[in-house]
């Protein structure tokens, strides 16, 4: 469900990108999808920053499904370009 929550994103992403042609707009929506999945951990590393000993563990399960689910998304919106070029396969598995 976490990878479908992206899909939305990107598909409100799309919108807001439709302007553009169809080759800039699928990588300005997965530049922006990227951009916006550092955001949420940075967001969530300074709430863990400030936050108690105790809180720390919490929501950190949470976390770690949506960025999955964030990478899940990224492999199969790339699944024609890791699959023409081994290199782009090595870098999102790296990556993740």
């Not at 899909?7 to 990588?27: C, E, M, N, P």
């Not at 590393?45 to 809180?55: A, G, H, I």
Request: glycine letters at 6%; proline letters at 2%.
């Amino acid at each position: 469900t976490s990878a479908l929550g992206w899909y939305v994103l990107r598909l409100v992403l799309r919108d807001f990108f439709r302007s553009s042609s169809s080759l800039k707009r699928g990588v300005l929506e997965l530049h922006a999808l990227s951009s916006i999945h550092a955001l949420g951990w940075l967001l969530f590393l300074f709430q863990k920053l400030r936050s108690s000993t105790q809180e720390l563990p919490r929501n950190c399960s949470r976390a770690l499904v949506a960025s999955l689910g964030f990478y899940i998304h990224d492999c199969w919106a790339l699944r024609g370009t890791l699959l023409h070029n081994p290199a782009m396969l090595v870098h999102q598995s790296s990556v993740a």
